[in-house]
Every structure is written in C-alpha cells, then in structure tokens.
C-alpha cells in the first residue's frame, strides 16, 4: 500500500530536549516536505527536499532542521524544542515536484512544555 | 513572494445546494494552483490542481474549481453539497519563477459545514 508513515504519532517532551520525527515514504518519490498546522494558521511549510542531498527552506524553518541522506526518508529534528513548536506536524511526498500531488501522513501531535 | 488568501474562516450549506469555497492569490510568476481536503481527525488529500490549459478542472468526489487569471482566483465549487462533504479546504499556491519555485503556500483553511 502506498503510504506515508510519521513516527511517533504522538509526543510529549520538554523544552530544550533534542527530537526527531521521523517520515518515511514508499512510492520512490522525490519531492518530500515538513508542515506544521496551527489553528488559524493553516498549514506552513518548513523545509522542504528536491531529492536525496537536497532541501531548502520553506516559511517557518527556525528553528527545525532536516536531512534527506535516503529518498525514502525526510526525518524534522527539533535540537532544542520549546513551547512555541507545540503544533501538529505533518509529513508529506509528492513524485513530481511540478504538480505537488503530495500524499500527506497520519500527522504528528507535539507538545512542548 | 507568494501567497493565498482564504477569505471565509467558515462556509455552511444546506444538503443539495451549490457551494463554493473561495481562494485569492498573489504570485510574480505563473501559479499552480490546489486544493486540499482535511477530513476530521485525518490526514490531508489532494484534490484537484491547475497548472495549464482549461481554467476550469475537475478533481475528486464531484469537486471542481475555476481558474480566474484577472481576478486571481482559484474557488472550489461543487454543485450539490453532500454531509460527507463537511470538512476543513486548503487552498495552496507555487510561484513558477525564480528563487524557492518549488516551495507550496498554503491557505488558513476554509472550515465547509454541510447542514441536513
């Protein structure tokens, strides 16, 4: 089945201790992509990837850092998290960085206290 | 720099009636134009997209928009609104020029209640 995985689904921490969200796709698609959505902010693009060794920044990266070292997998680290990036966050693929039919994941809750 | 607008926060319909969901733009170059659903509690799915050609596109569950140049819009419209219907719309917008081209805007998100 074509799909788009997030792990953890759901992640309570403190501020300032390091995480990952990891993202995972396996449709061998090349343009993969972090959003979070925040209530009257709609979604917000982060960092986005063209492809493996690949990526730039979209409207809010602050604080966010991400690699793409395989195509299947755009994992979004948070080196020091704090309450501000409590969101809930969302990964997505597309094949063609032209259309942005994008196959979105199941979303990831974050809280950061 | 690119953008979209969302002017309606919430749209309610009656069951069987027209609907239709607005969206602005603002691009320097030529714009690819989507929509998004959010189901509650679930992911996101695409819709329908414009890049070129036809200004008016069909996409998923009956769902179409029309693709207006000189007003920059890009509103969803579906003729006859069904319960199921009843979701959160994303608008999205790319800039095809220049810097950050492959990065996607998205709207604040239009809340659609489709009443019995």
């Known amino acids: 089945e074509a799909q788009v995985t997030q792990n953890p689904r759901y992640l309570i921490t403190v501020t300032g201790k390091k995480l990952t969200v990891t993202c995972s796709q396996n449709?061998?698609?090349?343009?993969m992509s972090w959003y979070r959505q925040d209530p009257g902010l709609g979604l917000r693009q982060i960092y986005y990837?063209?492809?493996?060794?690949?990526?730039d920044k979209g409207d809010v990266p602050e604080g966010y850092k991400v690699s793409r070292k395989e195509k299947r997998n755009f994992p979004l680290i948070l080196e020091s998290p704090s309450p501000n990036q409590t969101s809930l966050y969302f990964c997505?693929?597309?094949?063609?960085?032209?259309?942005?039919?994008?196959?979105f994941g199941p979303g990831t809750r974050l809280t950061v206290t | 720099a690119q953008s979209v607008a969302q002017p309606e926060d919430q749209v309610n319909v009656a069951e069987g009636n027209p609907l239709t969901v607005k969206c602005t733009y603002s691009?320097?170059?030529?714009?690819?134009l989507f929509w998004y659903v959010q189901y509650p509690n679930r992911g996101l799915q695409f819709l329908l997209k414009?890049?070129?050609?036809?200004?008016l596109v069909k996409g998923s569950y009956g769902f179409e928009a029309e693709f207006n140049k000189s007003q920059t819009s890009f509103h969803l419209k579906k003729p006859s609104a069904l319960v199921s219907d009843s979701a959160l719309y994303f608008c999205?917008?790319?800039?095809?020029?220049?810097?950050?081209?492959?990065?996607?805007?998205f709207g604040k998100g239009t809340k659609l209640s489709v009443i019995p």
């Open positions: 990837s063209m492809n493996v060794e690949v990526t």
């Open positions: 691009v320097s170059g030529n714009p690819y």
């Open positions: 999205a917008v790319r800039d095809d020029s220049g810097a950050g081209s492959y990065q996607l805007t």
């Open positions: 997505a693929s597309s094949s063609n960085s032209l259309t942005f039919e994008q196959y």
């Open positions: 414009y890049i070129t050609g036809d200004n």
């Open positions: 449709m061998n698609h090349e343009y």
